[in-house]
């Protein structure tokens, strides 16, 4: 059986104020057109398809439009679950009557998995879909006490799918979180937990609890064949071969610029041999960081033949104010999303106050102190000349 690993679409996803719905459009076409050429058997989405829980009408429009290409146009089957943005009951909504055309989707509320078998060749392939779910909710319904984090939750659900688990099948299962191999040393650890862990994160992603709690140990996926993780956008595997995030189909932050972006592609044989292969999808427009002064950034754009619709973060390295920064970028790439200054001095909290007996400093050398500290570019004398004329004009305006 040829299965499609993928991951966090994020449908309806606005990223520092520009929608990237197009974008979206393009690459699940992309998506469909590898489908077409590798004829898998079945595709599945490790939860966070939606980017809210009620996500906008042109969002619902294009998962409609895109699951009715896959399923019925492409005969493929669907197995989707929930992710923390999802809102469950609203994705799986209608699910149980799709089944028949080949869409399984879990996440309702009151389901911890779902288990869905599909048969190849005379041979079942059982996939658990274990849907995003607070600790304290699977806590509820499995009446359970002792469930106090999310690797508790995903302990107690992983329990209750063993008691009727096949070891001589095949036995996929999707889940929605941060799954790592030290998750006991990084509970240790506050502040650089996920790098404890030894995962990849990027700012897109949303913590789902603090201190920790949101970790799940990646060995109770033992008994399981493939692990089809979705939540981290970059694609990286967790242990061992067989347990694996796809990441997301797109960037969604300028912190994923060096991240490639596709899908697994996972070919499973009768005897439990599972070859994974990576597919790169091209995006309609990159995201990328450029860095330099402002006159050659938009000088250089001007000379590209590609790329000047890719959506930018441009780090500046002028000195002295800028008149109209965005709007001289925007002339040449107008899918700039932000503009930020290069900091040429690292400081610490006590630069900020002045030193030594301040009282006794001119206001000149307060000024050269401060800049010097945390200025941008070097103190030089015309800069000073600036600063004498502008204490001389306020110390005049003072004394009318």
Same mark, same amino acid.
């Given at each position: 059986m040829?299965?499609?690993?993928t991951s966090?679409?994020?449908?309806? !996803?606005?990223?520092?104020?520009?929608?990237?719905?197009?974008d979206?459009?393009?690459?699940l076409n992309?998506?469909?057109?590898?489908?077409?050429?590798?004829?898998?058997?079945?595709l599945i989405?490790?939860?966070? $398809?939606?980017?809210?829980?009620?996500?906008?009408?042109?969002?619902?429009?294009?998962?409609?439009e895109t699951?009715?290409?896959?399923i019925i146009d492409?005969?493929? !089957?669907?197995?989707?679950i929930?992710?923390n943005h999802?809102?469950?009951?609203?994705?799986?909504?209608?699910? !149980?009557?799709?089944?028949?055309?080949?869409?399984?989707?879990?996440?309702r509320d009151?389901?911890?998995?779902r288990?869905?078998?599909?048969?190849?060749?005379?041979?079942?392939?059982?996939?658990?879909?274990?849907?995003?779910?607070?600790p304290?909710?699977?806590?509820k319904?499995?009446?359970?006490?002792?469930?106090k984090?999310?690797?508790?939750a995903?302990?107690?659900?992983?329990e209750k799918?063993?008691?009727?688990?096949n070891?001589?099948?095949?036995?996929?299962?999707?889940g929605h979180?941060?799954?790592t191999?030290?998750r006991?040393?990084?509970?240790?650890?506050?502040?650089?937990?996920y790098? $404890?862990?030894?995962?990849q994160?990027s700012?897109?992603?949303?913590?789902?609890?603090i201190?920790g709690?949101?970790?799940?140990d990646?060995?109770i996926?033992?008994?399981?064949d493939? $692990?089809?993780?979705?939540?981290?956008?970059?694609?990286?595997?967790?242990?061992?071969?067989e347990?694996?995030?796809?990441?997301?189909?797109?960037k969604?932050?300028?912190?994923?610029?060096?991240?490639?972006k596709?899908?697994?592609?996972?070919?499973?044989?009768?005897?439990?041999?599972?070859?994974?292969d990576?597919k790169q999808?091209?995006?309609?427009?990159?995201?990328?960081v450029?860095?330099?002064?402002?006159?050659?950034?938009?000088?250089?754009?001007?000379e590209?033949k590609?790329?000047?619709n890719?959506?930018?973060?441009?780090?500046?390295?002028?000195?002295?104010?800028?008149?109209?920064?965005?709007?001289?970028?925007?002339?040449?790439?107008?899918?700039?999303?932000l503009?930020?200054?290069?900091r040429?001095?690292?400081?610490?909290?006590?630069?900020?106050?002045? !030193?030594?007996e301040?009282k006794?400093?001119?206001?000149l050398?307060?000024?050269?102190?401060?800049?010097e500290?945390l200025?941008?570019?070097?103190?030089?004398?015309?800069?000073e000349?600036?600063?004498?004329?502008t204490i001389?004009? $306020?110390?005049?305006s003072?004394?009318?």
């Amino acid at each position: 059986m040829k299965i499609i690993h993928t991951s966090d679409w994020h449908i309806g !996803k606005i990223v520092n104020e520009f929608s990237m719905i197009e974008d979206q459009k393009y690459i699940l076409n992309k998506l469909i057109n590898l489908i077409e050429e590798e004829k898998p058997q079945v595709l599945i989405i490790a939860g966070d $398809v939606y980017d809210r829980s009620i996500p906008p009408v042109e969002a619902v429009e294009l998962l409609n439009e895109t699951l009715s290409k896959l399923i019925i146009d492409k005969n493929i !089957k669907v197995l989707a679950i929930s992710g923390n943005h999802d809102g469950g009951e609203r994705l799986s909504f209608g699910s !149980k009557i799709l089944e028949k055309q080949g869409l399984y989707i879990a996440g309702r509320d009151d389901e911890i998995y779902r288990h869905v078998v599909i048969n190849e060749n005379g041979k079942n392939i059982n996939f658990y879909l274990v849907p995003y779910k607070d600790p304290a909710l699977t806590k509820k319904l499995l009446e359970n006490k002792d469930i106090k984090s999310h690797n508790d939750a995903m302990i107690a659900v992983i329990e209750k799918i063993k008691e009727n688990i096949n070891k001589d099948e095949v036995n996929v299962l999707v889940g929605h979180g941060y799954v790592t191999m030290k998750r006991e040393d990084a509970i240790k650890c506050i502040e650089d937990k996920y790098e $404890v862990a030894d995962l990849q994160t990027s700012e897109s992603e949303r913590p789902l609890s603090i201190g920790g709690t949101d970790l799940i140990d990646g060995n109770i996926f033992d008994d399981f064949d493939y $692990v089809a993780l979705g939540h981290l956008h970059g694609r990286q595997r967790i242990g061992r071969e067989e347990m694996r995030y796809s990441g997301s189909l797109l960037k969604y932050s300028f912190s994923e610029v060096n991240q490639k972006k596709g899908v697994y592609i996972l070919d499973v044989d009768e005897n439990k041999n599972i070859d994974i292969d990576f597919k790169q999808l091209q995006p309609i427009r990159d995201l990328r960081v450029i860095k330099g002064n402002i006159e050659d950034i938009v000088n250089e754009g001007r000379e590209l033949k590609e790329g000047k619709n890719d959506y930018i973060q441009a780090i500046l390295t002028d000195d002295g104010e800028l008149i109209n920064p965005m709007e001289k970028l925007r002339s040449v790439y107008p899918n700039t999303m932000l503009i930020t200054r290069e900091r040429k001095r690292t400081y610490s909290e006590d630069k900020t106050s002045a !030193k030594g007996e301040y009282k006794s400093k001119s206001k000149l050398d307060l000024f050269k102190e401060f800049y010097e500290d945390l200025g941008s570019g070097e103190y030089t004398k015309d800069k000073e000349e600036v600063l004498i004329q502008t204490i001389n004009h $306020v110390l005049k305006s003072e004394v009318k």
